[in-house]
């Protein structure tokens, strides 16, 4: 449960039931966050049209490679970005329905495919 915390008071208790019914696909050893599970459905439905093959430069999600020097700015960097837009980057994925929460998701989930969420995370995290 090493990065279970992460935004576990915003998920109710049946997520954490589907994250218990999915692990059965996961790595049984590796526990899957909360919030990676419910970007997922995010993801596919808005940010993976491009984040899935490059679009226009979208670091493709689960390419530590291209993602490593988004992480290291920071989840809430990479987050406002995600709510403002970037670049070729259409606000929210072009998505106006989606809430901060979902766009925070979605980018756990993609960070999490190139293991690299605890490294954006720990970005933010101030200086002990
Ligand atoms: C229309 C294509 C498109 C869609 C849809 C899209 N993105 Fe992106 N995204 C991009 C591109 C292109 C970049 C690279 C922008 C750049 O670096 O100039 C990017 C970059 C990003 C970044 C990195 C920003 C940074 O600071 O480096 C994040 C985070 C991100 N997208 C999140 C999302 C999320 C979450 C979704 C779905 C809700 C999404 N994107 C949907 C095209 C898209």
């Given at each position: 449960?090493?990065?279970a915390h ?54 493709i999600a ?40 979902d766009l ?25």
């Open positions: 449960m090493k990065t992460v935004n576990a008071r915003r998920f109710p208790l049946w997520v954490t039931g589907c994250l218990f019914l999915l692990g059965g696909c996961q790595n049984a050893t590796d526990t899957v966050p909360e919030s990676v599970l419910a970007g997922e459905a995010i993801f596919t439905g808005t940010c993976k049209v491009c984040h899935a093959q490059g679009i226009n430069g979208a670091p689960g390419n530590a490679k291209m993602w490593a020097p988004r992480a290291a700015q920071g989840k809430a960097t990479l987050l406002q970005h995600a709510i403002q837009g970037f670049g070729m980057m259409p606000a929210k994925g072009g998505n106006d329905t989606l809430q901060e929460s925070s998701a979605a980018i756990d989930y993609m960070l999490y495919q190139g293991k690299l969420l605890d490294t954006a995370l720990a970005a933010d995290a101030p200086a002990p």
